[in-house]
């Protein structure tokens, strides 16, 4: 099994900065060949791509709505993955979940298609 537990979430002011991160463990995980990724669920809507980042790190991409303002990055060394948020906005307030999966997360990787989730982490931002 692989445990996925993120960290790091918060209240913060509109305009503000917050990090949320999330450590990778269990006897069958590796980082090789397993991409990593951000997911939210904004109250009342579906769960959606937020950004992700491929095993070797040398591949990132973001949703449309987060780009230039959120970076992904992960430390195999240590198992973790985090996710840099700058200049946050009202809409950004959901559950944030990080995933793993066997291969590459993109924007279009569907939820069933990734393999394990974590409990989530909420992040506030008000305005």
């Known amino acids: 099994q692989v445990q996925l537990v993120e960290s790091g979430g918060g209240l913060v002011q509109a305009g503000g900065s917050l990090r949320v991160s999330c450590a990778a463990s269990?006897?069958?995980?590796?980082?090789?060949?397993?991409?990593m990724g951000w997911f939210r669920q904004r109250p009342g809507q579906e769960r959606e791509f937020v950004a992700a980042?491929?095993?070797?790190?040398?591949?990132?991409n973001y949703a449309d709505s987060v780009k230039g303002r959120f970076t992904i990055s992960r430390d195999n060394a240590k198992n973790t993955v985090s996710l840099q948020m700058n200049s946050l906005k009202p809409e950004d307030t959901a559950v944030y979940y990080c995933?793993?999966?066997?291969?590459?997360?993109?924007?279009?990787?569907?939820?069933?298609?990734?393999?394990?989730w974590g409990q989530g982490t909420q992040v506030t931002v008000s305005s």
């Open positions: 980042i491929s095993w070797n790190v040398f591949n990132t």
């Open positions: 995933a793993a999966r066997r291969g590459v997360v993109r924007s279009t990787t569907a939820l069933g298609e990734i393999d394990y």
């Open positions: 269990g006897r069958t995980f590796s980082n090789s060949g397993m991409g």
